[in-house]
């Protein structure tokens, strides 16, 4: 189930202004029923200040009211009034915790995918175009530690993500590649005719 925006805020919410069980807070927000008890007691999410669901359009009082009657209820969430968030064209976001693998993901796209763009390998990974140039050429600071990796598997880009990418690149080279040469025709050969009379003279 998709989880509210700022899940414990609005666990914080629901155990200060309903009557909902642990249990329901905690599915609902996608966080430990442990968690939701500490809220509870004053000891987790101490001066957080609670997200109301209802004001942003992710719950309903007769949805909050259906399940404070029936413990064993699910609360649902109303994904129809939330926007989605769409990803912005600027550069991709990578934790701290994985900036580390950028050039790993880089070096095997380079030796995997020579027909990626220097701008397609940087919207994949979140990178630089010199920092690119510089594995591609082996000028990077620290290329002798460089070991390429899947960048799916580092979790830098998707394989749907990648895959897209791979096939624009392949579409791209094709419309660039030279049309075939054609096959020029002989040209039927060429007959002198000798008139009678030059013939006669010889």
Not at 13 to 30: E, G, P, Y
Not at 53 to 77: F, H, K, M, Y
Not at 109 to 114: D, G
């Amino acid at each position: 189930m998709t989880q509210p925006l700022m899940p414990m805020a609005t666990a914080v919410w629901l155990v200060d202004n309903t009557a909902l069980t642990f249990k329901q807070i905690s599915d609902f927000c996608s966080i430990h029923e442990l968690e939701v008890q500490g809220i509870a007691d004053g000891t987790v999410a101490i001066n957080m200040v609670g997200q109301d669901p209802i004001n942003n359009g992710q719950l309903t009082w007769d949805e909050i009211n259906r399940c404070q009657a029936d413990p064993s209820a699910a609360l649902v969430l109303s994904v129809a009034d939330i926007a989605p968030r769409q990803r912005t064209k600027g550069p991709r976001y990578t934790p701290l915790s994985k900036r580390g693998d950028k050039p790993d993901a880089i070096a095997w796209l380079v030796r995997n995918h020579p027909e990626l763009t220097d701008l397609q390998i940087s919207r994949l990974v979140g990178t630089t175009k010199p920092t690119i140039l510089a594995i591609r050429e082996k000028t990077h600071w620290n290329i002798s530690n460089i070991s390429a990796k899947d960048p799916v598997a580092l979790g830098l880009c998707n394989q749907i993500e990648l895959d897209a990418a791979v096939q624009l690149a392949a579409s791209r080279q094709q419309k660039a590649a030279p049309a075939e040469d054609v096959k020029v025709e002989s040209e039927p050969a060429v007959t002198l005719s000798v008139d009678s009379e030059t013939a006669a003279d010889a």
